[in-house]
T-cell receptor, first 116, second 109 residues
Framework: GNSVTQMEGPVTLSEEAFLTINCTYT??????LFWYVQYPGEGLQLLLK?????DKGSNKGFEATYRKETTSFHLEKGSVQVSDSAVYFC???????????????FGTGTKLQVIP | GAVVSQHPSRVICKSGTSVKIECRSL??????MFWYRQFPKQSLMLMAT?????????EQGVEKDKFLINHASLTLSTLTVTSAHPEDSSFYIC?????FGSGTQLSVL
């Protein structure tokens, strides 16, 4: 079945540092890949997505490239801010094992803490 | 962009009562919606797939008689937690396509 593996946190960075959160996946077919962000006590916000190989999703300074050869979708940001502190989830949907529905399979989440 | 609205955002109830949570797709139709449960500091666990006009599909280990799902229209799915107990206290989130609701924090006293 589909699965997503992302680096464990928490990740603590100083403001303006470079961020990388690793994510790899297992899926049959051609899944869509996502990064979601969750602030404390809130639901999930779609941060960015990519629907096919070599696509780059980007939003609010965050980027991730769909790498089919390495089955990866690493999240990066060049300069983090305190307001980026949150939990980040890598996820996928689609592919043959999803039964034709858009069920989303999540990684375990990575907590990011940015200190001033 | 597309928005999924979930209501209520927070509910406190007594043990033994039932609680209904609504999930609406605001600017698109969704024949399929999903319900997730999230425990503190953990990832989301899929509970069930809500199908418009037919029975919901439940994941293994999820009690369908306890978590009643109704998908009566193309824009609305509801999750009813029946005879709630303290162990049902959790954060419940719905989704349609790749969009998620804001979640419902359920606390059962």
């Amino acid at each position: 079945g589909n699965s997503v593996t992302q680096m464990e946190g928490p990740v603590t960075l100083s403001e303006e540092a470079f961020l990388t959160i690793n994510c790899t996946y297992t899926a049959t077919g051609y899944p869509s890949l996502f990064w979601y962000v969750q602030y404390p006590g809130e639901g999930l916000q779609l941060l960015l997505k990519a629907t096919k190989a070599d696509d780059k999703g980007s939003n609010k300074g965050f980027e991730a490239t769909y790498r089919k050869e390495t089955t990866s979708f690493h999240l990066e940001k060049g300069s983090v801010q305190v307001s980026d502190s949150a939990v980040y989830f890598c996820a996928l949907s689609g592919g043959r094992d999803s039964g034709g529905y858009q069920k989303v399979t999540f990684g375990t989440g990575t907590k990011l803490q940015v200190i001033p | 962009g597309a928005v999924v609205s979930q209501h209520p955002s927070r509910v406190i109830c007594k043990s033994g009562t039932s609680v209904k949570i609504e999930c609406r797709s605001l600017d698109f139709q969704a024949t399929t919606m999903f319900w997730y449960r999230q425990f503190p500091k953990q990832s989301l666990m899929l509970m069930a797939t809500s199908n418009e006009g037919s029975k919901a599909t439940y994941e293994q280990g999820v009690e369908k008689d306890k978590f009643l799902i109704n998908h009566a229209s193309l824009t609305l799915s509801t999750l009813t937690v029946t005879s709630a107990h303290p162990e049902d206290s959790s954060f419940y989130i719905c989704s349609a396509r790749e969009f998620f609701g804001s979640g419902t924090q359920l606390s059962v006293l």
